[in-house]
Nanobody, 121 residues
Framework: HVQLVESGGGSVEAGGSLKLSCLVS????????LGWYRQAPGKKERELVA????????TYPDSMKGRFAIAQEVTKRTLYLQMNNLKTDNTAVYYC???????????????WGQGTQVTVS
C-alpha cells in the first residue's frame, strides 16, 4: 500500500525559500518514478514541477529550471522539493506523486499525497 504525506508548506515572502518533504510508504523507491506537481488557485490542472526516475535522474520542465530542486533520501523514505527565490505566482498547492505516468500529463499518476499549501506574498 503506497501512501504519500507532504509537509513543509507555509507562507513566505517573495524571494524566500521553502523545502517541502514527502514521506513515502510502500514499495516505491527504485520501482517507480516520483515527482512534485502544483495546482495554482483557479487552475483545474496540476502542473509538473519536477520528477526523479528510478536511476535518480531528475527532470524539470523548462519553466521550473533554476529555482526548484528535487531530491530523495531513500533511507528516510523521503522525497524533497527545494524551492528558492520564490515568486508570487508560485503560490499553489504542491502535491507529491508516485508511479504510473509521472510526467507533464498527470492523468496517469497512480498515487497522490494530500497536498501542502505554499503561499508567496
Amino acid at each position: 500500500h503506497v501512501q504519500l504525506v507532504e509537509s513543509g508548506g507555509g507562507s513566505v515572502e517573495a524571494g524566500g525559500s521553502l523545502k517541502l518533504s514527502c514521506l513515502v510508504s510502500g514499495y516505491v523507491f527504485g520501482v517507480c518514478e516520483l515527482g512534485w506537481y502544483r495546482q495554482a488557485p483557479g487552475k483545474k490542472e496540476r502542473e509538473l514541477v519536477a520528477s526523479i526516475n528510478t536511476a535518480g535522474t531528475t527532470t524539470y520542465p523548462d519553466s521550473m529550471k533554476g529555482r526548484f530542486a528535487i531530491a530523495q533520501e531513500v533511507t528516510k523514505r523521503t522525497l524533497y522539493l527545494q524551492m528558492n527565490n520564490l515568486k508570487t505566482d508560485n503560490t499553489a498547492v504542491y502535491y507529491c506523486a508516485a508511479c504510473g505516468g509521472v510526467g507533464p500529463n498527470p492523468v496517469s499518476v497512480n498515487y497522490w499525497g494530500q497536498g501542502t499549501q505554499v503561499t508567496v506574498s
